[in-house]
């Protein structure tokens, strides 16, 4: 133990007996013993692994993560306000040997308010906006994963070389939605309907075969399959 200029301890623990190789430098207030001060966590090899600020035993400010391999590189930013996360969150990943931003998102008193994912090419994969409701994916050439044309609500597949293939088509109609879904693999194949009985909210839906007719009907009465489904 040392102290500090501010008159606090400064406290250090490390990976080996012989004390050369620090894992942990951060400072105590001598009265509460509560973790107040700068903080520094440190990798097998040296090199700063963690680095931020307490305030009496929260985190506090801008904290900062780095590449555990030693290259210095800032893998991730987070703010924080007395232990909770407010502000930038950004986060840097490893693709093929190179670091690419792949999170950027906004808290506030550890709520997520905003979130933008990306691909290692940079392009936008999933945007999230809870204020306003929003939530938006996209595969890695942008087209989206999921999108609404003039009230129907199209999502997709796509495979890494194929085209793009709707998986479901909604409708929201009252009571409530009919959906359509489809088998991609199949090449768009439709495999089932559901959708509400007029003016209740039951639903009833029917499965298909590969040829495109009904094999199954489920509803209230139950579930019912027919045994020639050629």
Known sequence: LTLSANGQEVIREYYDIARTKVKYEYQVD????????PYKSFSTTGTVYEAGT???GKKHGEWKGYDEYGSGQVTNIITYTEGAMNGVYKQWCFNAG?????RDSYY?????????????????QKELDTEHGTL?????????AEETINGVHYSYFQSADGPRLVTSIRIDTVPCAIRYEYEPYRTGQLVG????ESGTEGYRSFDY????????????????CLLDST
């Open 136 to 144: 938006n994916n996209y595969f890695e050439d942008g087209k989206p």
């Open 30 to 37: 001598n009265s509460s013993k509560a973790k107040n001060g």
């Open 108 to 124: 506030r008193d550890d709520a997520e308010i905003r979130t933008k994912l990306y691909y290692p090419n940079g392009q936008l």
């Open 209 to 224: 075969n590969v040829i495109g007719r009904p094999v199954c009907h489920s509803g209230k009465e139950g579930r019912t």
């Open 193 to 196: 309907i559901s959708f509400c």
């Open 98 to 102: 190179k670091m690419f931003l792949c």
């Open 54 to 56: 307490y305030k009496m």
